[in-house]
């Protein structure tokens, strides 16, 4: 019975993944950040001299910066709000409502929180472990970095295909992988590498949940006044 | 009476139902789900899953919520504190009934004759 019961417990946790919208959600939320990190480097480049706040080009910069920021969050809210809206006018109609019980998605946030800590804690320790000399160590090129991540995103994924057996997790995982290992062999410099493949992967994420929400789609919709 | 068999006697009616033990089920592991859901997870026909609601809500198992989404009704279901303190009792006193049924049912051991090593 244990085991009925930890099957059963599995299906509202597919359920709020088979319409593919948190995917879409995630690879959005990945882009926004990717564009307000990619909008800091410009304006790091311009601090140079004692009187860098004084330079248009720092207060382009600046602005340019905090727009950036405002637009993140204004693009993970509205997403958030859309995403809502479309699981009421077209998901719950074709697949029901339900709602997983609070532990385990407080559970589930936390294993999120952790496993992203855990991949920013192992990076900056290995970049800082490997500082500027590491070009001169055989098994470093300026690719590890972005493998790193692609093996991370990867495992992430394949323990998601593991656990609600939905086959897009594989691809991305596989997708993952694969864009940091060709990132890895073009040779380019850990930021732009790791700017391209959150990019690669976001759009991707994109790509696999609205062909979910568009397989989703073809279920008919019933209320329960159809229903028999 | 056996008093395994008499814990098994002794078991909750409600839930024992098999289409309410598969309705409350489904509700302990879930916060709560509309009637659709319900529906496509159970199979039921729509009359027969009311009726059973109706028999949970009764007993003060389930807890059932007339809503709407927008301008079409929805029927939210969640499982009350009491009524998973029910399922968690039925469950213990399932789990005994069957364990102690099934020693009871072993047939005796006999005593394995302990192996020396043959001295040549």
């Given at each position: 019975m244990t085991q009925t019961i930890t099957d059963y417990a599995k299906r509202p946790l597919r359920a709020a993944e088979v319409d593919g919208l948190n995917e879409v959600l995630g690879g959005i939320i990945l882009l926004a950040i990717t564009m307000m990190q990619y909008t800091s480097t410009f304006f790091q480049a311009?601090?140079?001299?004692?009187?860098?706040?004084?330079t248009p080009a720092f207060r382009t910069t600046l602005a340019l910066w905090i727009a950036a920021i405002i637009a993140m969050f204004a693009i993970i809210y509205l997403t958030k709000r859309g995403v809502k809206a479309l699981r009421e006018r077209y998901v719950y109609p074709r697949i029901g409502y339900v709602a997983p019980r609070v532990a385990q998605e407080k559970r589930r946030k936390w294993i999120g929180v952790a496993v992203a800590l855990g991949t920013l804690l192992f990076t900056s320790m290995v970049a800082w472990i490997f500082?500027?000399?590491?070009?001169?160590?055989?098994?470093?090129?300026?690719?590890v970095l972005v493998v790193l991540l692609g093996i991370f995103g990867a495992v992430g994924y394949f323990v998601h295909f593991a656990k609600l057996g939905f086959a897009r997790h594989l691809g991305l995982g596989g997708m993952a992988l694969s864009a940091s290992l060709l990132l890895a062999m073009l040779h380019l410099d850990d930021i732009p590498a790791i700017y391209l493949w959150t990019v690669i992967l976001g759009v991707s994420m994109i790509i696999g949940g609205a062909l979910a929400f568009a397989r989703l789609l073809k279920v008919p919709a019933f209320t329960e006044d159809d229903a028999e | 009476m056996n008093e395994s068999l008499k814990s098994i006697a002794d078991l909750d009616r409600v839930i024992h139902e098999p289409a309410r033990l598969m309705l409350v089920s489904l509700l302990s592991s879930i916060e709560e789900a509309d009637f659709l859901y319900l529906l496509s997870e159970t199979g039921m026909s729509k009359g027969n899953l009311s009726s059973h609601l109706s028999r949970l809500e009764a007993a003060g198992y389930v807890e059932v919520i007339k809503t709407y989404r927008g301008k079409l009704p929805m029927t939210l279901c969640r499982l009350t504190d009491t009524g998973r303190r029910a399922f968690d009792e039925y469950r213990a006193a399932l789990k005994a009934g069957l364990e102690a049924l099934e020693a009871d049912s072993q047939p005796a051991t006999l005593a394995q004759p302990t192996l020396r090593p043959v001295e040549n």
């Open positions: 311009t601090i140079r001299g004692s009187n860098f706040t004084e500082p500027k000399s590491y070009s001169t160590l055989p098994i470093w090129n300026s690719g | -």
